[in-house]
């Protein structure tokens, strides 16, 4: 399918660039690349789009920014703070806010378009984790991605402590409060970062080196390797009609794909100026400059960082001394929340394609991906940890919400608490009993074919509804359900590895077949018993059992 001679109208500048650098061959293959036409696919180039609306209205805000920590006497036309003594870097976000032409709109944009970027990145990764994309051949793929996305939250961090409002001042404390707390090495970040004791002279530079050109590079850097592996390892796609794991069905990257791309990103450009022309973001004069001792009500961080903030706020105030005053202190109470749920999550996003390879003992490649409801305990485990980090998320706004809702602040606490724990096994039991149901169902289409809403009255007065087979695209993407490997061992499957039966003697071993066994899930054929057009009872004629024909 990725065959194909080049359209008329790109000859001319393909032989042009082949005459001259001998590339003909490489655009005629790679203009015809095929790419999958599922509305998921889309959502990692949300995440595309955005970061080159990051760089270019980020280019724009270095013209006019001042990463400086020197004191200013603001004179521009804010008349509310006019007269006030602030830092270079706050006087001159305000100075592009005000007095530069499309400066507010290039900050608001800008700030838009980091929020897309994180979510863009975050709904995308959970399309390949929810479709086991991630597998053999893409881990390689699936671990910069995590990369991506520990640097893009590293990035937010550092780009709003930038204007030095009061806002960010507050982001700055946390994170000084976080790096100090760290053990023996503490200390000496905190010095290195603030370049002295807090609030320091050094901390907007540091920050804006790192914001500007040291995370921007390599995360450009790894989109493009990103970008890289996926061409080469071409794209997954949905089961469905003539999909196999050697082909991809869809559109050739010139022309289809091209013009749906630009118009893509069109619309993700016109989304983000239309939301920095009406929907205000950070309006920093509000809040005013930072000083260390004040603290407004209310304050939240972006989005992406909430799931800390809600950490920090639900950590009870645990630490330990160690060796009395003359030792030192070991704050779990920060430790804890800074380092576990951010530890936890991407650790474990990390590590998930590998320990799941080893639990099913599956080698194969796949570039046919699953539906979420086939893969019941990848999806539950998915789900807990959605929970998890929504449940964190949402404390990270406890005060708004006690206020909301008129409760106790402790109380949110205390619920937040236990539903951290309780929240996750609920949904993963319930994940886990909806994707066997939505399997059932399937199975149930496949089986006995889908109602078509004609009774018909046979001759002996019984009343029967008509079925008819599934629509042949339904059908097929229903059909490409793959069984999930079990090892051999587990129960005497062997599609998965073949444990030596030293390892299966080994406490570990005994484990892997354990977890193997368990993650295999209860299986559900799709067996098309009865055959198509097959008519189903849907009322009983006179006189008739009534339950024979129910449970029909
Ligand atoms: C080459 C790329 C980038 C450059 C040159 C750049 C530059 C800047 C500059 C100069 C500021 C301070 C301006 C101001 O606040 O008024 C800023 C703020 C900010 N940057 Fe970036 N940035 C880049 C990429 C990113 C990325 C990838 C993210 C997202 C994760 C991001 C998130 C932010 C945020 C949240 C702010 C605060 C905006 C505000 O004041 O409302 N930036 N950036
Ligand atoms: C800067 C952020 C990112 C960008 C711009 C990006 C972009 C893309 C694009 C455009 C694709 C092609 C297919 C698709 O969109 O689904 C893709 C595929 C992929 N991405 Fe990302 N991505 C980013 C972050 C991530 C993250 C955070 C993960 C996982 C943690 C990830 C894992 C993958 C994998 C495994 C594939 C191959 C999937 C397949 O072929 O079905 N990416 N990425």
Redesign the pocket.
Known sequence: MSTGTVPKPIVGPSNFIDERIGAGNFLKRNLRKVFPDHWSFLLGEIALYS?II??L???F??F??K?SMGHTVYEGSYDALKGVTMSEAYA??LH??FDVRG?LLM??M??W???L??AGMMVHALRVFFTGAYRKPRELNWLIGVLLLTL??L??L??????D?LL?GAGLRITEGVAISLPLVGTWITFFLFGGEYPGEDVISRF?SL???L??GI??ALITAHMILMWVQKHTQMPGKDRTNTNVVGAPFYPAFMAKAGAYFMFTFGTIALLGTFAQ??P?WLFGPYTPSDISAGSQP?FYMGFLEGALRLMPAWEINLFGTAGGTLPLNVLIPALVPMGIIMTGLALYPFIEQWVTGDRREHHVVDRPRNNPHRTSIGMSAVTFYGVLWLLGANDEIAAFFSVSLNWTTYVGRVLVFVGPAVVYAITYRVCLGLQRSDAAIIGHGVESGVIKRLPSGEYIEVHVPPNPGIEAHMRGKESIPIIAGADGDSDGDDIPSKEMRHPLGKVRAKLSKAYGGEKIALVDDHGHGHEEHAAVGPGEDEKSHLTH
């Open positions: 970061f990051l760089l209205t980020g280019t805000l270095t006019f920014f990463p001159s976000s592009i806010s400066g900050r608001q800008h700030h378009a980091a929020l970027f994180v893009a939250l990035e937010g550092t780009g709003y402590s930038l204007p409002d960010s804006y914001h500007i050109l995370i921007p995360l450009l973001i950070n920093i972006d």
